[in-house]
């Protein structure tokens, strides 16, 4: 698989970021030609001739030593998940065998429907590497009243996120979302460049929502572990809730859990949705949620 474009595009975005000022380098005033660092400034702090580096940013990481490798994100100031994702990209770029694909699952094992359906309090769900939410418990379809249910499932988050006009009402912090969204699906991208099914829902995104290809095309990457969000649900109003994400080591699937702060409007609010969901009632004869004074 040719992947020099994206190493490219990566390397290039991650050096037009960084000043000489904030590589430590010495400034001698005028006016210079390039944003960030000239390819010779990164070779110099990567310690490898200015011509290697040059084949490096045309795209070519086949055969690169991790010592390499280790240098150029210190040169770049690359972070945790820019890190890894340098290594995914050299990883892609070497041959793989036939089965080298990863397969995304859209199914989970019964132990792991049986610890959703025990976590009444918390709205969960698990989804795979392509963003499909494959199963969920009671108070999550509650939570996401009117987008989510059994019969929807798998639903693929990220087809929502830009390709359904309900997230914008739905997620009160889109443009945040939507930012970690596309940097989370360039980590799989790096990860699993094999992936012909991810691969096919990338193309579509691209294809139906410029808020999307634009930040494809930025390069940006993150680990998703941890992050607040605020959404509207039909009984509750705004809710902000913690998610946290918690990789399934060797399912290649991921539980994503809600929490929200002991004794706070947002734990009343998820107290109400647990009691509707247990109780089954229709939205159209439930009292609205009603805050308790203080």
């Not at 199914?107 to 199963?135: C, F, H, K, Q």
């Not at 249910?149 to 914008?168: E, I, K």
């Not at 989370?184 to 991208?189: C, G, I, K, L, N």
């Not at 004794?263 to 009632?281: K, P």
Request: charged share 25%; hydrophobic share 40%; proline share 6%.
């Amino acid at each position: 698989m040719d992947n020099s474009n994206d190493v490219r595009e990566f390397l290039m975005s991650r050096r037009s970021r960084i000043t000489p000022a904030q590589a430590g380098l010495p400034t001698y005033g005028g006016t210079r030609r390039v944003a960030g660092l000239k390819r010779e400034e990164v070779a110099m702090l990567t310690g490898v001739s200015t011509e290697y580096y040059a084949r490096l940013e045309r795209g070519n990481l086949r055969g690169v030593s991790d010592s390499v490798l280790d240098s150029l994100a210190r040169a770049l100031q690359l972070d945790e998940a820019e890190r890894a994702h340098l290594y995914d990209l050299a990883k892609a770029a070497a041959p793989a065998p036939p089965s080298g694909a990863r397969r995304a699952r859209s199914e989970v094992r019964p132990s792991i429907e049986r610890l959703l359906l025990g976590m009444t309090g918390t709205p969960a769900y698990v989804r795979n590497a392509r963003m499909d939410i494959v199963a969920a418990n009671n108070l999550c379809f509650a939570l996401y009243m009117d987008i989510l249910g059994p019969a929807t499932l798998p639903m693929n988050l990220a087809r929502f996120m830009f390709l359904d006009p309900r997230s914008r009402d739905f997620f009160v912090d889109w443009e945040t979302l939507a930012d970690d969204f596309a940097a989370a699906m360039r980590t799989e991208s790096g990860r699993s460049p094999r992936d012909r099914s991810l691969n096919n829902l990338i193309g579509d995104l691209a294809a139906g929502s410029t808020e999307f290809s634009t930040r494809w095309a930025r390069h940006n990457v993150r680990f998703h572990r941890t992050a607040h969000k605020t959404m509207r649900n039909p009984l509750v109003g705004e809710i902000e809730l913690t998610g946290d994400a918690l990789e399934l080591p060797g399912e290649g699937l991921t539980l994503i859990a809600y929490t929200a702060e002991p004794g706070s409007r947002a734990q009343d609010q998820l107290d109400f949705l647990a009691s509707w969901s247990s109780s089954n009632r229709s939205p159209a004869n439930q009292t609205p949620f009603i805050p308790p004074t203080a």
